[in-house]
């Protein structure tokens, strides 16, 4: 478990060096589109002096639990490249059998730095270190601290965009997980189609034992204002029958130069 860590670590390291070394900031970069995805990473950081704020709501059934998360998350981009956040969440898990099974209160604390290496009309790439921390209720159980080093790319195809994300969340297991996002922008809207994919280790088999599970989520995104947007999104499990979220998230950016 340990060398596999290092090996991540490794990589993900090297791959920051390479493109650092290419990195630049050219006018006229990259278009922003849409500030967040609804599972995915998007390629954009906030501007110098830049706040978003993006309360979200989240509700996954399940033939076996379902989910309600209320989150809130702050952005702040201390230059054109770099940004810091944090992001609060409230869970409830419901059980159908009820009683002690169901688990409400405040889930764990997100954290999260991110610098955007490479910016130009085509191609632009970031890189994030995300960390979990482990402040949630008692009722959802001993918690743990987690981070995840996570890369995003994104190009441009004609009027659409596709952002590519990869991740690793290291813990007591190390997961991974992969987005494709394509995005399509028409006047004051955006259709987002994202492909997501997990691979998760499975904690009551061999450590080395990993599922892989899918889930597809398209949506729209509406821009009623320049620094307002609102999406709606319905992720969907390809892997399993009966799973499927609804997602709805806010976005407001003010200040900057």
Avoid at 33 to 43: H, K, L, S, Y
Avoid at 136 to 161: C, R, W
């Amino acid at each position: 478990m340990q060398i596999e860590m290092k090996k991540i670590l490794l990589l993900f390291a090297f791959v920051l060096g390479f493109v650092y070394t290419y990195s630049q900031e050219n006018e006229g970069g990259f278009n922003e589109t849409v500030q967040e995805f609804f599972i995915g990473e998007p390629v954009f950081t906030q501007g110098k002096g830049q706040f978003q704020i993006s309360p979200a709501w989240e509700y996954f059934t399940h033939p076996l639990f379902d989910t309600n998360v209320l989150k809130l998350g702050v952005e702040y981009g201390i230059t054109n490249q770099l940004q810091v956040g944090i992001g609060f969440n409230y869970m409830s898990i419901n059980y159908p059998l009820g009683g002690t099974f169901d688990q409400k209160g405040i889930h764990n604390t997100e954290i999260g730095i991110g610098y955007n290496l490479y910016n130009s009309p085509k191609w632009s790439v970031s890189a994030m270190l995300e960390a979990e921390l482990p402040t949630a209720s008692d009722n959802f159980g001993e918690q743990e601290f987690e981070f995840s080093p996570v890369l995003v790319a994104a190009t441009q195809l004609g009027f659409a965009q596709v952002h590519i994300s990869t991740l690793a969340e290291i813990g007591e297991t190390t997961d991974f997980g992969y987005n494709i996002v394509g995005v399509f922008p028409f006047k004051k809207m955006c259709g987002v189609l994202e492909l997501n994919g997990f691979l998760e280790q499975n904690i009551f088999l061999s450590e080395k034992e990993y599922e892989h599970s899918w889930m597809i989520s398209p949506g729209i995104f509406f821009k009623p204002a320049e620094i307002v947007e609102l999406g709606v999104g319905f992720p969907i499990s390809l892997s399993e029958s009966e799973y499927w979220g609804v997602v709805v998230g806010l976005s407001v950016e003010f200040g900057g130069e």
